[in-house]
């Protein structure tokens, strides 16, 4: 996709088109703020719950106006852990107590969004475990069809 002539695991890799190493400090600058500076398709998450008599089954409502929008895109919902720890028990981290933010649990397609109307569906997406609100990340995000370039993207966490 990045067009590289070697494998490697890239350091950061900016709205799935560019990617950049963190030893270059103004090459990091310079991709980000082209990227806050390009247009995004507006997405919104409302509604999110946890159904009462399913504790394990998510409820959420995603809106996308394809305001930036080329062609048409896939519209995905991820479920994430807000917050996760592990001891490591071998290799470089051994003995170590981690704390990991953002550990996404699944990503699901939930459709497409066309350059002539708005997306709004309403969500039900069973996680692989109750999950309880206070640690959950919900994100929504546009992407070209493929391993594609991201066009929009929002958050929704419970406030605390």
């Known amino acids: 996709m990045m067009g590289l002539s070697t494998p490697y695991t890239p350091q950061i890799i900016v709205d799935g088109s560019i990617e950049v190493k963190l030893g270059d400090s103004q090459g990091v600058e310079k991709v980000f703020q082209h990227a806050v500076a390009s247009a995004k398709v507006p997405i919104h998450i409302t509604g999110v719950r946890l159904d009462a008599g399913n504790p394990d089954l998510l409820h959420a409502h995603v ?7 080329k062609h048409s895109a896939d519209v995905y919902v991820a479920i994430a852990l807000d917050h996760v720890e592990s001891q490591v028990l071998r290799g470089e981290n051994g003995g170590r107590h981690l704390t990991h933010v953002a550990v996404v649990q699944q990503i699901t397609k939930i459709g497409k969004l066309n350059k002539t109307g708005d997306f709004s569906q309403d969500v039900q997406l ?18 070209e069809s493929g391993p594609g370039k991201l066009l929009g993207a929002s958050l929704w966490k419970p406030v605390r």
């Open 63 to 69: 809106d996308a106006q394809p305001t930036a929008l």
């Open 126 to 143: 069973k996680t692989k475990a109750a999950i309880p609100i206070d640690n959950l990340r919900v994100v929504a995000f546009a992407q």
